[in-house]
């Protein structure tokens, strides 16, 4: 694509409620929108960096500098190199001088996907995975509840989502705030809902042992039948993750673990981990999440697609993701006016407890103007 411009909009999504997670409260949605424009077209990509670095080294207004001042000019000089344009499989060696910054790459890889697939009126599911018999036409809804307010109001938010349709449900963990509400939620959906506790790294295997954040003390969950604990150690703890895969028999998925493809083959070595949580802006490259879900289906991995508290641009690109055969498990996906009152683009497409893929091209959906003009915060545009 050959780029006159990169606008990158910081926006502000308003909640519908606070989320509460182990890594701390999000009250207001802020994220970096990425516009590119050429004669080629357009495109538009989301920053999954979340407002504060509580979560990881990324957060908004670091995200907002680095593709301002470091990517953006970038990716403008390596599209003015080449006749026809900038390549989103190029994207990555033009970028690759910059260290770190995952989800701000990821971000501008998306707006190239989704400019050429606009072009070439392919959707992005079906860049993602472009063999026989093609990405799929739906996939299934996933529900994810955080942890605030008392355990009844978690339940009584479960309750809800299962009544929406949702047959599975991953649910935010701390400690002092696990095998209890756990118990709880079973209790009140029953044992045919698929629920998943998420602890963001939150334990610790080598702390005083009884202590609330004592690893050890998750083996209760075992009896509740999950269909795995997330990241329940630090994201640099793999030889921990691999120790406490040996004491329960509730499966480990990793998250926050897994950057790379070789990260992500190296736990699965280990026995860190038997299920695989793909978040593209984790990975750098919604391509490069894709050649990780290709590997899970080669070697028999489960693995789902999870979000990242996302807007519509970013939500409606992970549905393409998950779309690909490899995600042989339900993610974090759902209706985005759950967790939003308002958004730049109209919701993903929930119904039966499935979320329709979108078939146009690109994302398969438009940014609504309007909505954009009133959400955003501040407006940069880099040119060459």
């Known amino acids: 694509m050959r780029i006159d411009a990169v606008e990158l909009r910081v926006v502000a999504l308003p909640m519908v409620a606070p989320f509460v997670a182990g890594h701390g409260s999000v009250d207001v949605r802020t994220s970096v929108v990425v516009h590119l424009v050429g004669p080629d077209g357009e495109g538009w990509g989301e920053c999954a960096a979340l407002p504060d670095p509580t979560y990881t080294a990324e957060f908004t207004d670091a995200a907002l500098l680095v593709l301002r001042d470091h990517l953006a000019p970038r990716l403008l000089a390596a599209a003015a ?5 900038l390549a989103a499989d190029e994207l990555a060696a033009a970028l690759d001088d910059v260290v770190g910054h995952p989800m701000a790459k990821a971000a501008l890889e998306l707006a190239l996907l989704d400019a050429e697939g606009r072009a070439a009126g392919t959707p992005l599911a079906r860049r993602l ?9 739906a996939v299934p809804a996933g529900a994810v509840v ?9 339940v009584a938010q479960v309750v809800d989502r299962v009544a929406q349709g949702y047959g599975r449900v991953k649910l935010k963990v701390a400690p002092g705030r696990d095998v209890g509400l756990v118990q709880a939620v079973r209790a009140a959906v029953g044992p045919e809902v698929v629920l998943v506790a998420d602890a963001n790294g939150a334990y610790r295997l ?4 009884g202590a609330p954040d004592d690893a050890r003390l998750l083996a209760d969950l075992d009896e509740l039948g999950l269909a795995c604990l997330e990241q329940p150690l630090a994201a640099d703890d793999l030889l921990g993750h691999a120790e406490l895969a040996r004491r329960i028999t509730t499966p480990i998925c990793l998250d926050e673990s897994l950057t790379t493809v070789a990260d992500t083959e190296q736990a699965l070595d280990m026995g860190a981990c038997s299920v695989v949580c793909v978040k593209a802006p984790r990975y750098r490259s919604w391509l490069a999440a894709a050649d990780v879900l290709d590997r899970c289906a080669g070697n028999g991995v489960a693995a789902w697609v999870g979000g990242m508290l996302d807007a519509g641009i970013g939500r409606h690109a992970n549905v393409a ?21 308002d958004d730049v683009t109209a919701p ?4 039966g407890g499935g979320v329709r893929v979108p078939d146009g091209p690109g994302i398969g959906v438009d940014v609504d103007p309007d909505a954009l003009e009133r959400l955003t915060v501040s407006t940069h545009t880099v040119r060459p």
């Open 81 to 85: 190199d080449r006749s026809d344009g």
């Open 146 to 154: 955080g942890l605030a307010g008392s355990t009844d109001a978690v």
């Open 348 to 351: 993903v497409e929930v119904g």
């Open 206 to 209: 080598d702390g005083e042992p």
């Open 129 to 137: 995975f472009p063999h026989p018999p093609g990405p799929a036409q």
């Open 321 to 341: 993701l998950a779309a690909h055969p490899g995600a042989t498990v339900a993610g974090d996906i759902g209706d985005g006016r759950l967790t939003f009152t």
